[in-house]
């Protein structure tokens, strides 16, 4: 893992120009995270979108976040839906402060703010009984939990490990999209363990034998998904930041996270 995400950091152009998204088009302006920023007002369609997009993308490192706070399953799902409440219904977006663009900073520092003024009201719904803000499958989520390593990780650090995971794994299957629509899944299931994880896992020559392929071809594929790899995290974490180095702050930030 060290040596991929060392490729990915040492790839990134450490410069002024923007970055660049689908179609060479720059991806800042446009963000998700600054439009939500920018309207301000969460039922603007464009805001609204982005903002449900985003929390789709957080809601399960917000929920590990909750849990290890020592909440009970059915708790922690309740809270977690109550803290997108009060961040959608009662534009709590409004209070983010531009300076500190990092989605992951905002949504971490009101959550657990939430959870401080929270702990002895009832301001959540009774289960079954409420609107749900973010969609998930409650016991999927739990399984997920329960599955966590065991770790004496902070509330706080849980939640940025999750965070680094999502990413990685949201990167991942756009290139495993992009690849399945030319009909290559088996190829990406092959080149994935390289492409992010151990380098050495599969020898390319075995690879090569088990697709009918060349080395050379594998290499070269390689070579290929890696660089689409990168441009595709960084895309993901443009997302979620407000400027061009606020990306390579959290390309490091990630680094550090997934290799501590």
């Known amino acids: 893992m060290v040596g991929t995400l060392a490729v990915v950091l040492d790839d990134s152009a450490k410069s002024s120009r923007p970055v660049q998204g689908?179609?060479?088009?720059?991806?800042?302006?446009?963000?998700?995270?600054?439009?939500?920023?920018?309207?301000r007002d969460v039922t603007a369609p464009e805001a609204q979108a982005a903002l449900a997009r985003l929390c789709q993308t957080y809601w399960y490192p917000l929920y590990c976040c909750v849990r290890r706070h020592g909440r009970s399953p059915e708790d922690a799902q309740d809270l977690t839906q109550a803290f997108f409440e009060k961040l959608i219904e009662r534009n709590q977006i409004s209070l983010a402060d531009r300076e500190r663009g990092r989605f992951r900073t905002f949504l971490l520092r009101s959550l657990e703010n939430f959870l401080r003024n929270e702990h002895e009201k009832a301001s959540t719904q009774k289960r079954g009984g409420g609107r749900t803000f973010v969609s998930w499958d409650a016991q999927s989520a739990e399984e997920r939990y329960s599955a966590e390593p065991a770790t004496d990780l902070s509330p706080a650090q849980l939640f940025e490990r999750r965070w680094a995971s999502t990413l990685i794994a949201e990167t991942l299957a756009r290139v495993r999209r992009e690849l399945s629509m030319t009909g290559r899944d088996e190829l990406f299931d092959q080149l994935e363990p390289s492409l992010w994880g151990d380098d050495t896992s599969t020898p390319y020559a075995e690879i090569a034998a088990s697709l009918g392929m060349t080395a050379v071809a594998v290499k070269v594929t390689m070579h290929r998904l890696r660089a689409r790899f990168r441009s595709m995290l960084r895309e993901e974490i443009a997302q979620t930041v407000a400027t061009l180095d606020d990306v390579e702050d959290e390309l490091q930030r990630l680094f550090q996270i997934l290799t501590s």
């Open 22 to 39: 689908q179609a060479g088009n720059p991806v800042f302006g446009t963000t998700h995270w600054s439009v939500v920023l920018a309207a």
